[in-house]
């Protein structure tokens, strides 16, 4: 009896000590096997180059009620994650206003934000608002715009230029050597040597 006895006193000994040394070998497996927490990575500094390219493409927008609002369409484009605009190689833009009303534009190369509101024509750039008839108000002839730059704004129904532009309204035509367009307010200005031809 006593013989068991110093054999359990002996093993309540070293019990203490096996858990200390268990416990010791589970903290170095867990150092160990824990992955190296790194330095914080500096944010890349995003160079004007593009990320991803298009090539034949179109693009729809659409109002919040499903109707189409703005497409474009083009030969090549190429997105940049600086500025995140697209760049478009022979733009070619079908847009509908609140009323539904049609404007198209196109031009060799263009410009354009991610939602479309905001699109820069470079190249024989064209702007064309098409013929309507309000129900209470005058009429609005066909609008054609043309010049080497021309800056819409979608939204705003805004055109402007700091290059000389041609206007055809109907049949009058007007040439500046720069153009504010306000189509909500409308509100034509032209600046520089403005030349007109009114036809009655």
Do not use: C
């Not at 054999?7 to 824990?34: E, H, K, N």
């Not at 890349?44 to 729809?60: K, N, Q």
Request: hydrophobic content about 40%.
């Amino acid at each position: 009896m006593n013989f068991l006895r110093d054999i359990w006193d002996r093993f309540l000994l070293y019990v203490p000590l096996t858990v200390m040394v268990v416990l010791a070998l589970g903290t170095y497996w867990l150092v160990q096997s824990t992955p190296v927490i790194s330095d914080p990575v500096a944010p890349r500094t995003l160079r004007h180059e593009p990320d991803y390219f298009m090539r034949g493409f179109s693009l729809r927008n659409f109002d919040p009620a499903g109707r189409l609002r703005t497409e474009v369409l083009g030969d090549e484009a190429r997105h940049f994650p600086d500025n995140r605009w697209l760049e478009i190689d022979g733009i070619r833009i079908r847009s509908f206003d609140e009323q539904g009303h049609l404007t198209t534009a196109s031009a060799q190369r263009g410009l354009t934000n991610e939602d479309t509101s905001e699109i820069q024509l470079l190249g024989d750039a064209v702007v064309v608002r098409e013929a309507h008839v309000r129900a209470q108000s005058p009429s609005t002839p066909r609008m054609e715009y043309r010049g080497e730059f021309l800056h819409a704004f979608m939204a705003s129904e805004k055109i402007k230029s700091h290059k000389p532009v041609e206007l055809l309204r109907g049949n009058d035509r007007f040439s500046a050597d720069a153009l504010d367009f306000d189509n909500v307010a409308q509100v034509l200005q032209l600046n520089g040597r403005v030349r007109g031809t009114l036809v009655p």
